[in-house]
């Protein structure tokens, strides 16, 4: 089946740019989303991207996909303390069932001022 | 608009305990899930249900049960909890937007079982 795979720590200086990371193994998997998670709280969907697209920009977002090597990375720029949350990469696989989706394990985010 | 509410928010069991933790949407979504998550291991699928009156096991079902009780509740029930089974608890729905699948997540159940 379907896997996803994350980092599990990224720690960065307040006012940088801060890249997460994730590869998946379903070529043909349709739709890939970042979610983040404030301590204490649930997901929330932060934003998206199709497979037939490269990158998606979001005001301080920009989403990176390449297919041929099956990886996705979020840029967040100008990161501040209060971006400090888990980001966790989930993917629609090909067999899609109902919206089931593949999740990362996270990567923890750390901003330090 | 309440979107995906769980009761209880903490919940602490002796071993061989039982008990229900409840979810509702009121977003009219078809599909809802029950995710665990633990350090490290990210979020994984406990059950789910692609619609009302139909459940599917996901990656790790042993020791747990579920009902969808409608289009609105769904329910895991942990029959004799087990020290394994303390985890964080999600309930999670997804809409079918024009674009995409959005999944919409609870707050979580904090579970200890001692």
């Known amino acids: 089946g379907e896997d996803v795979e994350q980092s599990l720590f990224l720690s960065v200086r307040e006012g940088d740019s801060s890249v997460i990371n994730c590869t998946y193994t379903?070529?043909?998997?349709?739709?890939l989303y970042w979610y983040k998670q404030e301590p204490g709280a649930g997901l929330q969907l932060l934003t998206y991207?199709?497979?037939?697209?490269d990158m998606k920009q979001d005001q301080r977002l920009t989403v990176l996909l390449n297919k041929k090597d099956k990886h996705l990375s979020l840029r967040i720029a100008d990161t501040q303390t209060g971006d400090s949350a888990i980001y966790f990469c989930?993917?629609?696989?090909?067999?899609?069932?109902?919206?089931?989706?593949?999740f990362g394990q996270g990567t923890e985010l750390s901003v330090k001022p | 608009n309440a979107g995906v509410t769980q009761t209880p928010k903490f919940q602490v069991l002796k071993t061989g305990q039982s008990m229900t933790l409840q979810c509702a949407q009121d977003?009219?979504?078809?599909?809802m899930y029950w995710y665990r998550q633990d350090p490290g291991m990210g979020l994984r699928l406990i059950y789910y249900?692609?619609?009302?009156?139909?459940?599917d096991k996901g990656e790790v079902p042993n020791g747990y049960n579920v009902s969808r009780l409608n289009k609105r509740e769904f329910s895991l029930r942990l029959e004799s909890a087990a020290p394994s089974q303390t985890s964080v608890y999600f309930c999670?729905?997804?809409?079918?937007?024009?674009?995409?699948?959005?999944?919409?997540f609870g707050p979580g159940t904090r579970l200890t079982v001692t």
């Open positions: 999670a729905s997804t809409a079918l937007t024009y674009y995409t699948y959005e999944q919409y």
């Open positions: 379903d070529s043909s998997s349709t739709y």
């Open positions: 991207i199709f497979s037939n697209m």
């Open positions: 989930a993917v629609l696989p090909s067999d899609n069932q109902g919206g089931k989706l593949i």
């Open positions: 977003m009219n979504h078809n599909s």
């Open positions: 249900s692609a619609s009302e009156g139909t459940t």
